[in-house]
């Protein structure tokens, strides 16, 4: 199969067929949508496709999988501290946290909460990059040489994560708002005596929520994830296209180098961007029935920056920075590789 990977990989190609371009596709898949173009610009589950899919392609394939996962193990402690300090007043800053973490919970207690978004990533990612790819498709309708030739408006980037961000929240929001409930239990398993977490883990804490909230309490926080999702996808992808066309201006296919810095800073932009939200929405996920303290993510905001002041926006930016810089490298370099190996 020839490796007609396009300029920028998130670029999809026309002589693929997209589940949402109508008449003018023809053959269109789920296998298509969830994540395996063969050609040129594919949306992919991160890096974690399945795994059985990715062994049968060989160790290259395999080791993209593998990379992506550990990116989100290794990342995961630093993600516990971010929702500590953006959800609770007892911290005085980064090392504060990590040190009463270590000490009440042990190492354990920086990976509450991993299961579910280690279960969820490559479906929430397929949706993402599956909608940003056949969007893009849509608005570009080009061939896939004359795409070569000429990239996709940043405009149209933007648009298309948009998209797949907005999309791809209903997927994650339940996700999003078990794990942040797990990451709060300050609890510690280990010690003896001490009072048992409200949640035993993430199965347990879903059906709770269920009893408790009805299923809608799933959602809790979902529109402030929209809000916060929606434009900063955009963001991602448009930083990442940018960078990539800087360093490799012909069309050629971005050095592994450039794909790590790209996606790094890509990551790093958006969750600039996303930080102020990103705050509110972990307040809100926190709000259970029994103290319903905010009445809507105004309130929200008004509340928290009345009385912990505007930085309350910023908490947790410096070590998600940490963490975005590495988890969307790989993730991105994962993509190439899936593309640059897949057939
Ligand atoms: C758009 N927003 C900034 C919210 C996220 C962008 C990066 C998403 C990536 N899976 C990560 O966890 O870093």
Same mark, same amino acid.
């Given at each position: 199969?020839?490796?007609?990977?396009?300029?920028?990989?998130?670029?999809?190609?026309?002589?693929?067929?997209?589940?949402?371009?109508?008449?003018?596709? &023809?053959? =269109?898949?789920?296998?298509?949508?969830?994540?395996?173009?063969?050609?040129?610009?594919?949306?992919?589950?991160?890096?974690? *496709?399945?795994?059985?899919?990715? /062994?049968?392609?060989?160790?290259?394939?395999? @080791?993209?999988?593998?990379?992506?996962?550990?990116?989100? *193990?290794?990342?995961?402690?630093? #993600?516990? $501290?971010? $929702?500590?300090?953006?959800?609770?007043?007892?911290?005085?800053?980064?090392?504060?946290?990590?040190? &009463?973490?270590?000490?009440?919970?042990? +190492?354990?207690?920086?990976?509450?909460?991993?299961?579910?978004?280690? =279960? @969820?990533?490559?479906? *929430?990612?397929?949706?993402?990059?599956?909608?940003?790819?056949?969007?893009?498709?849509?608005?570009?309708?080009?061939?896939?040489?004359?795409?070569?030739?000429?990239?996709? @408006?940043?405009?149209?980037?933007?648009?298309?994560?948009?998209?797949?961000?907005?999309?791809?929240?209903?997927?994650?929001?339940?996700?999003?708002?078990? &794990?942040?409930?797990?990451?709060?239990?300050?609890?510690?398993?280990?010690?003896?005596?001490?009072?048992?977490?409200?949640?035993?883990?993430?199965?347990?804490?879903?059906?709770?929520?269920?009893?408790?909230?009805?299923?809608?309490?799933?959602?809790?926080?979902?529109?402030?994830?929209? +809000?916060? #999702?929606?434009?900063?996808?955009?963001?991602?992808?448009?930083?990442?296209?940018?960078?990539?066309?800087?360093?490799?201006?012909?069309?050629?296919?971005?050095? @592994?180098?450039?794909?790590?810095?790209?996606?790094?800073? =890509?990551?790093?932009?958006?969750?600039? *961007?996303?930080?102020?939200? #990103?705050?509110?929405?972990?307040?809100?996920?926190?709000?259970?029935? &029994?103290?319903? $303290?905010?009445?809507?993510?105004?309130?929200?905001? =008004?509340?928290?920056?009345?009385?912990?002041?505007?930085?309350?926006?910023?908490?947790?930016?410096?070590?998600?920075?940490? /963490?975005?810089?590495?988890?969307?490298?790989?993730?991105?370099?994962?993509?190439?590789?899936? +593309?640059?190996?897949?057939?």
């Amino acid at each position: 199969m020839a490796k007609a990977i396009s300029h920028c990989p998130l670029v999809p190609t026309p002589s693929q067929p997209s589940a949402w371009c109508g008449g003018g596709c &023809k053959g =269109a898949s789920w296998r298509n949508f969830f994540g395996v173009w063969q050609e040129g610009g594919a949306p992919f589950s991160s890096a974690r *496709v399945p795994l059985s899919s990715a /062994r049968r392609k060989g160790p290259h394939s395999a @080791s993209s999988y593998h990379t992506g996962a550990l990116g989100l *193990v290794l990342g995961h402690p630093f #993600d516990t $501290v971010k $929702v500590r300090l953006q959800t609770q007043t007892t911290y005085r800053g980064i090392i504060d946290c990590m040190v &009463k973490t270590y000490r009440h919970e042990s +190492l354990l207690g920086f990976f509450k909460g991993m299961s579910f978004p280690i =279960a @969820s990533i490559a479906v *929430v990612n397929s949706i993402l990059f599956g909608v940003y790819s056949n969007t893009l498709l849509a608005l570009t309708a080009t061939s896939h040489q004359e795409r070569r030739a000429q990239p996709p @408006s940043y405009r149209h980037v933007f648009i298309a994560g948009c998209t797949g961000g907005f999309v791809q929240v209903y997927c994650l929001a339940p996700f999003d708002l078990i &794990k942040v409930r797990l990451q709060n239990q300050t609890e510690s398993r280990a010690r003896p005596g001490s009072p048992p977490p409200r949640y035993r883990g993430p199965v347990h804490c879903a059906a709770s929520i269920c009893q408790e909230e009805g299923p809608r309490g799933l959602f809790r926080g979902a529109w402030a994830l929209t +809000l916060r #999702d929606t434009p900063t996808l955009g963001i991602y992808f448009v930083t990442y296209e940018w960078l990539c066309r800087q360093s490799a201006p012909d069309g050629q296919n971005p050095s @592994s180098a450039t794909v790590l810095v790209a996606g790094g800073f =890509a990551g790093i932009t958006s969750w600039a *961007v996303a930080t102020p939200l #990103d705050v509110i929405k972990s307040r809100m996920q926190m709000a259970g029935p &029994k103290h319903r $303290v905010y009445r809507g993510v105004l309130d929200c905001m =008004a509340r928290s920056a009345r009385q912990e002041g505007l930085g309350v926006f910023f908490r947790g930016l410096t070590i998600n920075s940490a /963490r975005a810089f590495p988890v969307n490298a790989v993730t991105f370099l994962s993509y190439e590789h899936l +593309l640059r190996w897949w057939g």
